[in-house]
């Protein structure tokens, strides 16, 4: 039998639809479960519903099932982001996000046609989407809809707006524009993930991010907005 920390969300059936695959498939691990024995931090700062870290992201709330409550980053430094494709359409990520059984979300989706941002896990807390313990506590998940081998998916709207998107986390969380520090999920330390996959332009995007990256103030850890 696997273990918890190899189940892929291609197992894991939605509604009696069959399987559906997510950029984030891999994330149903001990990390859930762990609540009930891991350190808990305080949770100290207000929250008010309808509330999201990036200004102009729709707030959607993914299922709390789905993630671990957190007070980030006095509890856990965030240095890292984790590139995600989705492996379904737009509409299927966030429900399957708002689901319990489904075990894994990620903060951001980002829309192909448009560069639409939903916000679905709130940065200060901790969502299980890398499939590894020590990366969900230290990073923020972007997903991207698409397939891995459609590189017509990778709009040059989902890049732009997903390169402005990281250029902010980078600035609030003061960590580098590198790949070191924004990585896909295939390079999260026993992942048994491909995405973003060979036809994600990394050269592309992270020149972008760059870029966005100028134009973002440095002021750290930006008050949530409304």
Known sequence: MRSMERISRRALVLGGAGAVALGTAGALTWDKGSRLWWRLPGVDKQRTEGEVDYP?????????????????PDDYAVDR??????QSNFATAVKVFRDP???????????????????????????????????NERSIGIEH?????????????????????????CARYDFP?????????????????????????WDRYMDLVARSRKNVPGARHRKAVE
Do not use: C
């Open 81 to 86: 982001i984790v590139i995600h494709v989705t």
């Open 56 to 72: 102009g992201a729709k707030w959607v709330p993914a299922s709390a099932a789905n993630l671990r409550t957190a007070d980030r």
């Open 145 to 169: 809809e698409g397939f891995v081998d459609k590189p017509q998916d990778f709009t040059a709207a989902m890049y732009e707006s997903s390169a402005r998107l990281s250029a902010d986390i």
């Open 101 to 135: 059984l489904h075990a894994a979300a990620a903060h951001y989706v980002v829309r192909a046609g448009d560069g639409h941002i939903t916000q679905m896990v709130r940065e200060l807390d901790v969502a299980f989407q890398a499939g590894n313990r020590a990366y």
């Open 177 to 201: 524009v590198d790949r070191t520090h924004i990585v896909g999920h295939v390079e999260v330390p026993g992942t048994d993930h491909t995405d973003p996959g060979p036809h994600w332009d």
